[in-house]
């Protein structure tokens, strides 16, 4: 298992399903205090009890015991999200909220104590509540000025503190999703294909304005896009199951390409004319697409199958995009279908695409734990479970590594168990680090070292070597 020096080994959060403190020190509401269900879940009027992530694991107040824990696993990068109504509470004031800066300021001071990089997202699923309900979210053009405003105030802000950074997490889920991932609020029944695209359109924009931003702040800054990978894979070998994949694949290429490209792939453009999606995009925005990012970042948990046989169509539970079950695969507790080949390929397929750096900056398995009592009467979780999982994907992370992919690092999602972004339920755990909470708001917040947790602290003192193939 050979994996390069420097390897950018940690785990990865994001402010809206941890932090918990939702309303204090003058944050605002985000789309996620109105989704007690997740992301596919309904929305309310307002924050409600049942919502797991306004206390969330309460790391807002903890954030120093838990990056101890980090630290002692050996982590090199620590991977989380600025939850914008920190430090706008609207989304469209003018003046920073300087309470919410100072948070991050201590944050990012704890993690250098460590000597851990921080690796940011500007983005996660956190757009203000007031901007999806006032302006429709990404829809209106005017979130690119609002965007800008934030992301001027952070990277100047922590220009010394923070080198990596992220766009948006998952930017390709708006289209599934487009109130928790684009904050519009018009339900998606409604929503024109053209005001969807036009959405995804001003995110694009807002990168590529963001990266040159940064740039031009810190020269020094990496800048990556971030996406959902899927390996997709036929059904059958039928031509049309070919053409399905290809299709399916360019719905989720299709952001990629534009930041790594700076332009718009003619497959979008024919889709775009056959679909009647007719776009607003100015000279201006085109020039603004010619900043490219510096790598490319993902998220990782499966792949997909796609067929065109209609009557072959049996959907699977995956995350987000979709898809049908593959009958060759496993499927986690919550029908995610695990595929650690599937890393493999699709790192090579984003290296053979790109030649652009690539960072894996969330895999891993979401499972129920049973807290127990180890050998020393200490409690834990023996979680051989997790441990296979990731175990599978790092090797084959090492395959890709060796097959000549230029990787930066592997974040693992929920390094400390949090609270689901698609059910928002604390029960499917991800964590190695156990949080003492439950789904109808019980238990002492206490955090319990797993098994995994020395298993990781393992491989990353081995870079990768103590891994079984
Ligand atoms: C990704 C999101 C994360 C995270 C992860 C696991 O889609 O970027 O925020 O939550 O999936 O998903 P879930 O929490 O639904 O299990």
């Known amino acids: 298992m050979k994996f390069p020096e420097n390897f950018l080994w940690g785990g990865a959060t994001a402010a809206n399903q941890y932090e918990g403190a939702y309303n204090v020190d003058g944050k605002g509401l985000s789309v996620q205090d109105v989704t007690p269900k997740g992301g596919f879940g309904p929305i309310t009027d307002g924050p409600t009890p049942d919502n797991m992530k306004l206390e969330g694991i309460d790391f807002y107040h903890r954030y120093k015991e838990d990056i101890a824990l980090f630290a002692e696993m050996g982590f090199k990068t620590y991977r989380t999200s600025i939850a914008w109504t920190r430090i706008f509470p609207n989304g469209d004031e003018t003046e920073p909220n300087e309470a919410g800066l100072q948070f991050y300021d201590d944050l990012f001071d704890e993690l250098a104590k460590y000597g851990i990089e921080p690796l940011i997202t500007l983005s996660h699923y956190e757009t203000p509540l007031h901007l999806a309900r006032t302006y429709d979210g990404w829809v209106n053009r005017k979130m690119i000025g609002f965007y800008e405003n934030y992301v001027r105030t952070v990277f100047t802000r922590y220009k010394d503190k923070v080198k990596y950074w992220l766009t948006f997490n998952e930017i390709n889920s708006i289209i599934h999703l487009p109130f928790m991932s684009g904050g519009i609020a018009t339900p998606k029944e409604q929503l024109s294909k053209s005001d969807l695209y036009q959405a995804c359109h001003h995110e694009l924009v807002a990168s590529a304005l963001a990266t040159k931003i940064g740039h031009e702040i810190n020269p020094d800054f990496k800048i990556g896009c971030m996406v959902i990978a899927m390996p997709t894979y036929p059904l059958t070998s039928h031509p049309d199951d070919v053409i399905a994949v290809m299709e399916a694949d360019r719905q989720n290429f299709f952001f990629s390409d534009v930041h790594v490209r700076g332009t718009y792939p003619g497959y979008m453009k024919r889709y775009f004319r056959e679909h009647g999606i007719e776009l607003n995009i100015t000279p201006e925005d085109e020039e603004i697409l010619k900043n490219t ?169 081995t870079n990768g070597e103590s891994l079984k193939a």
């Open 293 to 461: 990012v510096d790598f490319v970042s993902f998220s990782y948990y499966m792949s997909s199958t796609e067929t065109a046989d209609e009557s072959k169509k049996v959907k699977g539970a995956g995350n987000i995009l979709g898809g049908v079950m593959n009958p060759y695969l496993e499927a986690s507790e919550w029908g995610w279908q695990i595929d650690p080949k599937g890393l493999r390929i699709i790192l090579n397929t984003f290296w053979d695409r790109y030649q652009k750096p690539l960072f894996i900056v969330e895999n891993g398995l979401g499972a129920v734990d049973e807290l127990v009592k180890g050998e020393n009467g200490e409690w834990t979780v023996n979680d051989d479970y997790r441990i296979k999982y990731l175990n599978d994907h790092l090797v084959q992370v090492a395959e890709a590594i060796a097959d000549g992919v230029d990787l930066m690092g592997y974040t693992t999602w929920g390094c400390i168990d949090l609270v689901s972004a698609s059910t928002a339920e604390l029960k499917k755990r991800y964590g190695f680090i156990y949080v003492d909470r439950n789904d109808d708001g019980s238990g002492t917040l206490n955090r319990y070292k797993k098994k995994s947790f020395y298993w990781y602290k393992d491989v990353i003192a």
